[in-house]
Each structure stands twice: as C-alpha cells, then as structure tokens.
C-alpha cells in the first residue's frame, strides 16, 4: 500500500485545515487508518484513527472536539480536518495503514505516507 498524504500549509490560529491522504496498490478498506504527528525535536505522537468501517473513531486528548477523521473507501481516502487550530498543531502530519483494527501506537502500522507539513501562525 502507498500512501500520499496533502492538504498541509500554513494557517493562522483559529483557523482550519483538511489533509487528505490517498492510498494505492493494496486493500485499503480492511483495515485501520491513523494519522501521527512530528513537531521538531519531538518524537512522532498519535493524532487519531479510524477503524475500516469508520464507525469508530480515536482522538488523542490534544485534538479532541478539534480535530475530524473520516475516511471514503470508495475514494481510497482518509482525511482529517483540523479545525480551531494552535499553534502548538505545527509539526509534519503523517498518515499510516494498518491491516489490524486501529490503533494510537505507532508500532502497528505497517504503511506510511510521506508526510506533509502544517504549520499555524500565531
């Protein structure tokens, strides 16, 4: 599976962004879809997952009530929008594939994009 993930850019605090991320050459629909985040100098972190169906869905506490992740199998997409964003939200934004349910660990994704930039001005 490959993952191309867009969307990033510059916002100002408070406003929004949507990244989207489009996945090729496997089944995309069988598993769980995430997306992580790596500001500099920090580890890669958990933002939030989406089981294969969408019916389920997971936040990291930072992004919860801000944050929306869908996904469109018949798009082969998943997308997340950023909504009220601060800018402690700047970092690389990266999504990733898992053939298990979902998960916020790293570790079980076996695919990931190349990731795309967002960056929030104060």
């Known amino acids: 599976v490959q993952l191309q993930a867009s969307g990033g850019g510059l916002a100002q605090a408070g406003g929004s962004l949507r990244l989207s991320c489009l996945a090729s050459g496997g089944t995309f629909s069988s598993g769980g879809m995430g997306w992580f985040r790596q500001a500099p100098g920090k580890e890669r972190d958990f933002v939030a997952a989406?089981?294969?169906?969408?019916?389920?869905?997971h936040y990291a506490d930072s992004v919860k009530g801000r944050f929306t992740i869908s996904r469109d199998n018949a798009k082969n997409t998943v997308s997340l929008q950023m909504n009220s964003l601060k800018s402690e939200d700047t970092a690389v934004y990266y999504c990733a594939a898992t053939k298990s349910l979902y998960s916020s660990s790293a570790e079980t994704y076996e695919y990931w994009g190349q990731g795309t930039q967002v960056t929030v001005s104060s």
């Open positions: 989406i089981s294969w169906s969408g019916g389920l869905t």
